[in-house]
């Protein structure tokens, strides 16, 4: 069963979270930050207890990103990982945010998940935003994939695949995105 994520699950959260992100599979978050992001956070269920988390945290008008995305060992493999990002993925359609975003390692998962990868260097509110400050930043090595919901409209869909050819001096390339591009592929 996934359910809004309570304050009675926050010390299973943590934990969860923990143990990944001691394996660099998933950035910490301390529990305070957990307290004040709860609204994000679904969890998932088994035979009464928490053996799932994730979160939906937005990123902008038109993006949200998959976070905290964490199932115990034991409960690997059924199913529950898949059910986490599908009701996040209908919270998102729900807001109407045209696409949703997984920063991960777990490339196969996300596909059966319906997501597929892009350019790192097309999320501009996510880099300046958030992969600042993070300790893996510049040197992050994590896939970045991309779902659209109804919301998305052919420019969120352009934008997701088109920056290689405004990097590359396309035709429409704003001076803006060639700054951007060629910092980031040098920082990447
Ligand atoms: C990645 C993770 C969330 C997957 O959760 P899960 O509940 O085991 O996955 P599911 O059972 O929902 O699997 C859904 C589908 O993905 C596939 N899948 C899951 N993990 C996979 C993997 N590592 N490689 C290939 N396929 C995988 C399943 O076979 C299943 O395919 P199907 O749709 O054809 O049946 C879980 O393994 C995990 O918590 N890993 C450690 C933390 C982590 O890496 N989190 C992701 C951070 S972004």
């Known amino acids: 069963m996934i359910r809004q994520a309570t304050m009675d699950d926050v010390e299973i959260i943590s934990a969860l979270i923990a143990n990944y992100a001691q394996q660099g599979l998933l950035l910490p978050r301390a529990v305070q930050s957990i307290c004040e992001t709860l609204l994000n956070f679904r969890v998932a269920e088994l035979d009464g207890k928490v053996v799932g988390v994730a979160a939906l945290h937005i990123l902008g008008d038109d993006l949200a990103e998959i976070r905290s995305l964490a199932i115990e060992g034991s409960a690997q493999g059924m199913g529950l990982g898949k059910a986490l990002v599908a009701e996040l ?13 997984a920063l991960t390692y777990q490339e196969a998962f996300f596909t059966r998940c319906g997501f597929h990868v892009i350019e790192k260097g097309t999320l501009r509110q996510k880099i300046w935003k958030d992969c600042i400050h993070c300790r893996k930043f510049p040197i ?30 396309g035709a429409d390339a704003k001076p803006e995105d060639l700054f951007i591009s060629t910092r980031l592929s040098a920082l990447m």
């Open 89 to 101: 993925f209908d919270l998102a359609e729900l807001l109407r945010i045209p696409r949703v975003l």
């Open 140 to 169: 992050c090595d994590e896939i970045a994939m991309i779902r659209h919901t109804s919301a998305a409209t052919l420019k969120n869909e352009v934008a997701d695949g088109g920056v290689r050819d405004q990097a590359a001096g």
